[in-house]
Nanobody, 124 residues
Framework: VQLQAFGGGLVPAWESLRLSCAAS????????MAWFRQAPGKEREFVAA????????DYADSVKGRFTILRDNAESTVYLHMNDLKPEDTAVYYC??????????????????WGQGTLVTVSS
């Protein structure tokens, strides 16, 4: 199983960025997917999650209204569209997969597979 996250970079505050996570080696359409992030010196935190069908999503309060999680099961890819970025969004962003596709949870321990992370840096 491989989850490859990419799309990070350095952006000014209030700009937008799209992260992608391409999955292989697993029946992607059966898995719930999520994004987490970890800022320097902080714990990893939940950002957003989406069920196998895309019918249900969940977001951390800090990103609601600014971030959107979407998936393309035909391409085995999950996306995180990030708008109105703030310096406090600076972190390494990780994608994760959970085998119970209809269930999404904000707890990292619920996820079975993880990508390598992609760094997002938002300048003020």
């Amino acid at each position: 199983v491989q989850l490859q996250a990419f799309g990070g970079g350095l952006v000014p505050a209030w700009e937008s960025l799209r992260l992608s996570c391409a999955a292989s080696g697993l029946p992607f359409g059966n898995y719930a997917m999520a994004w987490f992030r970890q800022a320097p010196g902080k714990e990893r935190e939940f950002v957003a999650a989406i069920t196998w069908s895309g019918g249900t999503t969940d977001y951390a309060d800090s990103v609601k209204g600014r971030f959107t999680i979407l998936r393309d099961n035909a391409e085995s890819t999950v996306y995180l569209h990030m708008n109105d970025l703030k310096p406090e969004d600076t972190a390494v962003y990780y994608c994760a997969a959970e085998i119970y596709g209809a269930s999404i949870a904000p707890n990292a321990s619920e996820y079975h597979y993880w990508g390598q992370g992609t760094l997002v840096t938002v300048s003020s």
